[in-house]
């Protein structure tokens, strides 16, 4: 079964511009969850959707966004950017409550 | 309020020594802990989970893991480290407020030294 991908891997962005991040679930699994990784925040939940709506939503600015589509894949968006949204996105995706399987993370640069 | 703790930076090991990441957690309830494991550029990794049961959890490439209620603490071994075994150890608790959020460590970075 593949696992859960996420698109692009790398992006470079200028302060003010927007992005979009894209994630594919593992087959089957309903729940997509969101997390930023930086150095010095460490893991930090954003958002988790299931069944196209979202069901929590970490402590982030509203230039934080996402969706998810009705074959579970999962887009985030964050406006406005900020040289302090550089970081490792990473999505999750889960079957059952507790068991959490990660992407790759995509990797956003912001000059 | 729910939280993890991970109090070591860096855990530096010899290999074929046992190794050992500590963890303690604080939560409301009965905890859902995991260890997840991260390689440069990548992913997390899922290790192993505790939910219910034997308090001993065998996970993924040899680790296994101690849940110790009264300690409040799930610290992850491994009996012989592997070079291979150097990365950055997640230790996560999960938010038992109904919704799919994992509240993560801050991480401890294990180099094993040949």
């Known amino acids: 079964k593949a696992g859960v991908t996420q698109t692009p891997r790398y992006l470079i962005k200028t302060r003010g511009q927007q992005v979009t991040l894209s994630c594919s679930p593992i087959?089957?699994?309903?729940?997509v969850s969101w997390y930023q990784q930086t150095p010095g925040q460490g893991l930090q939940f954003l958002f988790e959707?299931?069944?196209?709506?979202?069901?929590n939503k970490g402590n982030f600015p509203g230039r934080f966004s996402g969706r998810q589509f009705s074959n579970s894949r999962s887009e985030m968006n964050v406006s406005t950017l900020e040289l302090g949204d550089s970081a490792l996105y990473l999505c999750?995706?889960?079957?059952?409550?507790?068991?959490?399987?990660f992407g790759p993370g995509t990797r956003l640069t912001v000059l | 309020a729910q939280s993890v703790a991970q109090p070591e930076d860096q855990v530096n090991v010899a290999e074929g020594n046992p190794l050992t990441v500590k963890c303690t957690y604080s939560?409301?309830?009965?905890?859902?802990l995991f260890w997840y494991v991260q390689y440069p550029n990548r992913g997390l990794q899922f290790l192993l989970k505790?939910?219910?049961?034997?308090?001993l959890v065998k996970g993924s490439y040899g680790f296994e893991a101690e849940f110790n209620k009264s300690q409040t603490s799930f610290h992850l071994k491994k009996p012989s480290a592997l070079v291979s075994d150097s990365a950055l150890y997640f230790c996560?608790?999960?938010?038992?407020?109904?919704?799919?959020?994992?509240?993560f460590g801050a991480g401890t970075r294990l180099a094993v030294h040949p």
């Open positions: 959707y299931f069944s196209e709506t979202q069901r």
């Open positions: 939560v409301s309830g009965n905890p859902y």
């Open positions: 996560a608790v999960y938010f038992s407020g109904g919704y799919n959020k994992l509240i």
């Open positions: 087959s089957g699994h309903r729940s």
């Open positions: 999750a995706s889960s079957l059952v409550r507790n068991e959490q399987f």
């Open positions: 505790y939910i219910t049961g034997d308090n």
